[in-house]
Each structure stands twice: as structure tokens, then as C-alpha cells.
């Protein structure tokens, strides 16, 4: 057991600091009859894990949550925020750079604002939906936002999806196989943090490009789609977890108002999204042509 005094030289921190994290709840060290503290080894180490959450930028609030649920699900969320972050700092650079470089000031004007709402928009994106399909969801659809809002109703259908997003909450799945989910779900997450933001923004353009280009795509990938068509259709496939978190997200999408609501919105402020459904339509239809697919 260790006073306050050993645990600040041992960790680095002030006695307020640790006075503070006490106060919100974070640890509880044994109270003496003397009104002193005594720290556990499990505080100390408590503490150290508090110290570099917060060093890392993590509000109480968010450490409370890590330190409860053991997990490091709110770590890679906060991840993904920070890349987002950081990727719409780097675009606010460049703007400075091109208005110091004798920019057209004119020009300029609108583009921090749109900066702005697209920042909220992939904020509140990573915040309904979970893990690396938010982080996926928030760069796809940050390829088609307009450089700049133009007209009252690309105004209002901004001001819809975020009344959307604000109304939905946070995918999750059915307590009843949650473990196995999660565990899937844990497994993918693993598998797809190897990918930095620009793989994930390539994705999406090769995704965009492969609908473009939907005849050739079909053609030069035949026997991979007639393979991926039957597994669709297969016991294993029907009987996995993958099948239950895929008919999870399609409810979800169905009850939240997903098509009825995000996706019309979507159209109404990109003229380049409204563009882009057209032809993913071609797509699927000359998809379920080609293989008779009527899922």
C-alpha cells in the first residue's frame, strides 16, 4: 500500500491531478481513519492507466467508459474520430495555403463552412453506426458532399440527414447470440485496422469506379460473382454470424428510416450521389439479368 505522495513520484502526477480523478469517481483508494489515502496496487495501476488515456486526449467521461467496459471499442472509435479530425485539419491547411497564396477570397468564402458540415456529417456518421462499417460509411459518403451548399434545398436536406442522424441511435445487436457477434465483429475490426483512412478512401473510389464501370466489372469478374452468388445461398453462409449481423444492419436501416429519409436527403444536397444511385441501380439490374439474382 502507498500514500498519495509515493503514487504522484511513481506516476508523474500531481496530488490534485489524482485528487481530481478520486472526486469524479474514476478509483477509490482506501480512506483511513486519519483521513489519509491508501493505493493498492490495482490503483496504481488504475491510475497509470488513467494518466495516459488522458494524456491521449480522452475526456472523463470517455476513460469512465473504457475503464467500465474493458474493451478497446471506444479506443478505435476515438480513433477513427481523430483521423477524421486530422484529415479535415490537413483540408483547412490547404485552404489557408491557397488564400495566403493571393487566393480568391470570393472563391474561398462558402468552402470553410462546407468544411464544417461535412465534418459533423462524418462525426455523426461514426456515431450511428459501429465500428469499421461507420469508419467505411463516413468515407464513402464524404465523396460525394458538395465543396460548398448552394441552394436553400441543399440547405434543408443537410439539416434533414443530421436530424436523421441525431434520431438514430447507435446500431447494436440482439442479446441473443451477442457474444458470437461481437466476437465476428471483434475478429474484423482486427483484421481491417491494417487499413490506414487513404486505404479505406481508396475502397470507396474503386467501389465508385467498379458501379461506373458495371458491364466491364461483370464481365472481367464472372467466375468470382457466380462463386460469391452461391455462397449468398448456402446453408453456411445462412447459418453464420456474418448472415445474422448483415439481416442486424438491414432491420436497422429498414426501421431507422434509412431510405426513406438519409438516403432522399442524400440525393437533394449531391447532385454527384443522386448521380452515382442511378447508376447503381443500372448496376443491380444488369447484375440480377446477367445471374437471374433476385434477392
Not at 49 to 61: A, E, F
Not at 80 to 96: A, G, I, T
Not at 233 to 259: C, D, I, N, V, W
Amino acid at each position: 500500500m502507498m500514500r498519495i505522495q509515493e503514487v504522484c513520484a511513481a506516476l508523474g502526477l500531481t496530488k490534485k491531478a489524482v485528487e481530481y480523478y478520486i472526486q469524479q469517481e474514476l478509483l477509490s483508494p482506501k480512506a483511513l481513519d486519519n483521513g489519509y489515502r491508501q493505493f493498492s496496487e490495482q490503483d496504481m495501476e488504475r491510475l497509470r492507466k488513467i494518466s495516459v488515456l488522458r494524456k491521449l486526449g480522452l475526456t472523463i467521461k470517455e476513460i469512465k467508459q473504457r475503464l467500465a467496459d474493458h474493451g478497446d471499442a471506444l479506443l478505435q472509435q476515438k480513433l477513427m474520430h481523430n483521423e477524421q479530425r486530422l484529415m479535415h485539419e490537413h483540408m483547412r491547411h490547404s485552404l489557408l495555403a491557397e488564400l495566403s497564396a493571393d487566393g480568391d477570397w470570393l472563391e474561398i468564402e462558402n468552402k470553410p463552412r462546407a468544411l464544417e458540415q461535412q465534418e459533423t456529417l462524418s462525426s455523426k456518421l461514426l456515431n450511428a453506426f459501429p465500428g469499421e462499417y461507420g469508419r467505411f460509411i463516413a468515407v464513402h459518403f464524404a465523396h460525394f458532399l458538395p465543396d460548398a451548399i448552394e441552394s436553400s434545398d441543399q440547405q434543408a436536406a443537410f439539416e434533414e440527414i443530421i436530424s436523421f442522424l441525431d434520431d438514430t441511435a447507435t446500431l447494436s445487436y440482439p442479446a441473443q447470440g451477442q457474444s458470437t457477434l461481437d466476437d465476428l465483429q471483434s475478429g474484423l475490426d482486427d483484421q481491417q485496422a491494417m487499413l490506414t483512412l487513404s486505404d479505406w478512401h481508396q475502397l470507396s473510389a474503386d467501389m465508385i469506379e467498379h458501379v461506373r464501370q458495371a458491364e466491364h466489372f461483370l464481365e472481367e469478374h464472372e467466375e468470382s460473382i457466380q462463386a460469391y452468388l452461391a455462397f449468398k445461398q448456402s446453408e453456411q453462409y445462412l447459418t453464420s454470424p456474418a448472415y445474422q449481423m448483415h439481416k442486424r444492419l438491414r432491420e436497422f436501416q429498414q426501421a431507422s428510416g434509412y431510405y426513406e429519409r438519409f438516403i432522399p436527403a442524400m440525393k437533394r444536397l449531391s447532385p454527384a450521389y443522386r448521380e452515382y444511385t442511378e447508376m447503381l441501380e443500372q448496376a443491380s439490374n444488369a447484375l440480377r439479368a446477367k445471374y437471374n439474382d433476385q434477392r
